[in-house]
């Protein structure tokens, strides 16, 4: 809406200005990017049954969907282990759908990772290379062009519209983590950014 | 008019730019998965003690904090107050700890640390000695045969049962019997009749991958 309201004002500014050479007014429809997580999976883990009410997902480890109140679509995963010890792993497969419109197109997607400091009270990027420096967490991960994860996303590949692709997540906290982290509590953000690949 | 053209030309680019960004900022759609972690905590714990010694030392004169109920609420604790009054050299004390590996990782438990409260410096004039014994995977130590833990008196410590050398690797709820004679020496000069507080702190740590 913006957009186009912006392009008016200029362009209104513009006829104004130079009223004898400027007769063509240009209207712009902004494409769409539309990407939704269709479904996860939790492909491995050894989360314990601590405290042995047989329930683990939902317990120890519980995945809670975030939806788009606007539109009914899953735009985040909110994933909690508690505890998590040395050794510990869970590796997670997210479905996501370039979701087809009048509007859509294509896109590029890559992700950033992101540490919640509690000192800043703010998100703040972070390497792999600190994950595993910092906290003793080793963090793989690649986009798939299939659920079974034998198709890896060739660098640069363009999704279209109405495709799935996948992500796949490895996490584990090193066996030698050390003793200091104990009680501690961390968070992580992966956002997954889905880009206009162009014309 | 002229004028106005040029500031034209300067004015549309300079409002297409912040509209190029806006439009490239929301050409960008994303998805998230946000992960939160609490590590674990090493959790081997004092879940049961015991304190022997001859009547002559025990009437009313030892008391312990936490006590047996409060240990029995707490689920356990890291360490162990004791306080007596010391009424002759050569006065000794026998404290059993049942310690036990509560969490999911394996841990290491080493000798204990005494803090002595020592208004009159008596510290240098005690000696400790520990006396291991597991681990046991269940409750085996209360039948095992000699005497561990059920059923023993002062007379018959230490156990004559297999030791264990320090650290002791206790996996996932595995349990260690842990002897500690505390003993005032003979040769302590004196004044007699002090009151003593000793606090035993378990130290255990993670255990490393075999």
């Not at chain 2, 053209?5 to 190029?20: G, H, Q, S």
């Not at chain 2, 409060?70 to 002759?88: A, H, R, V």
């Not at chain 2, 409260?117 to 006396?131: C, I, L, Q, R």
Request: aromatic letters at 14%.
């Amino acid at each position: 809406m913006l957009v186009p309201m912006l392009l008016i004002t200029i362009s209104a500014f513009a006829y104004a200005q130079w009223s004898t050479q400027l007769t063509c007014l240009t209207t712009l429809t902004t494409a769409q990017e539309d990407i939704e997580i269709t479904n996860w999976t939790i492909n491995y883990t050894n989360t314990p049954d601590i405290n042995s009410n047989g329930v683990i997902l939902g317990d120890e480890l519980t995945i809670i969907e975030v939806i788009d109140p606007t539109n009914g679509q899953i735009i985040g995963l909110d994933i909690t282990a508690d505890p998590v010890f040395p050794g510990w792993v869970l590796h997670l497969i997210l479905e996501i759908y370039n979701r087809p419109s009048p509007y859509s197109v294509n896109v590029n997607v890559s992700y950033t990772l992101y540490c919640w400091n509690e000192t800043t009270q703010q998100w703040e990027q972070i390497t792999e290379e600190n994950l595993q420096n910092l906290f003793s967490i080793t963090y793989l991960d690649g986009f798939y062009l299939d659920p079974d994860l034998t198709q890896p996303m060739p660098s640069n590949y363009i999704v279209s519209p109405d495709q799935y692709f996948y992500k796949s997540e490895y996490l584990k906290l090193n066996e030698d983590a050390p003793p200091t982290l104990q009680g501690q509590s961390i968070e992580i953000k992966v956002e997954i950014y889905a880009e206009w690949a162009g014309v | 008019m002229a004028n106005g053209k040029i500031i034209t030309l300067l004015i549309i680019p300079l409002l297409l730019i912040p509209t190029i960004s806006y439009v490239y900022a929301h050409w960008t759609d994303t998805v998230f998965k946000q992960y939160k972690f609490r590590f674990f905590c090493v959790e081997s714990e004092i879940k049961s003690y015991k304190v022997l010694t001859e009547r002559k030392y025990n009437d009313d004169k030892i008391t312990v904090y936490p006590t047996a109920e409060e240990l029995e609420e707490m689920g356990g604790t890291s360490t162990l107050q004791i306080s007596s009054i010391i009424p002759e050299p050569g006065w000794y004390i026998w404290i059993g700890l049942v310690i036990h590996n509560q969490g999911i990782p394996p841990v290491l438990v080493d000798e204990p640390t005494f803090e002595f409260s020592d208004p009159n410096g008596v510290a240098d004039w005690f000696t400790h000695t520990e006396y291991y014994y597991g681990p046991f995977n269940k409750g085996e130590f209360a039948t095992a045969d000699p005497y561990v833990w059920d059923g023993i008196k002062y007379y018959e410590l230490p156990p004559d049962y297999p030791q264990t050398t320090p650290p002791v690797r206790l996996e996932h709820c595995e349990k260690l019997i842990l002897w500690i004679k505390l003993e005032l020496s003979a040769e302590y000069p004196g004044p007699m009749d002090f009151s003593l507080q000793i606090a035993i702190k378990l130290t255990s740590a993670l255990a490393p991958t075999p």
